[in-house]
């Protein structure tokens, strides 16, 4: 019997926004889930923002800190402040637009909207 275990794959990504000495990295889900789709989907139809809204389902880990040195918290405010270059590879490596603009289009979806 197939279960809902809430494994999901991961990958980690080195960023465009590493400098040498300093790696900068994420550990994100490649694998986008139901729960995914309803973050992504509250942003709609901004594009931008979809965008902030699926790297934040898509993070898992990073190894950004703040100004204190402590690891800083995979939050809305926090992905907003991420290079552009980083948002755009974790957006394209974790499938998460791709996932939600193939779902918007189905017909199920258009007749409840």
Sequence with gaps: MPT???ERETKRL????????????AEIYTSPVGGD?????MYAP?????????VLAAIKDWNFVDKDGKKAEINIDNVKRL???DLFLISQESGMIEKYTEISKMDVVK???
């Design 111 to 113: 007749k409840n909207s």
């Design 14 to 25: 080195k960023l465009p926004s590493s400098k040498k000495g300093d790696e900068a990295w």
């Design 4 to 6: 809902l275990s809430g």
């Design 46 to 54: 901004d594009r931008g923002k979809m965008v902030i809204g699926a």
């Design 37 to 41: 789709i309803i973050s992504i989907s």
């Design 83 to 85: 290079d552009v270059a």
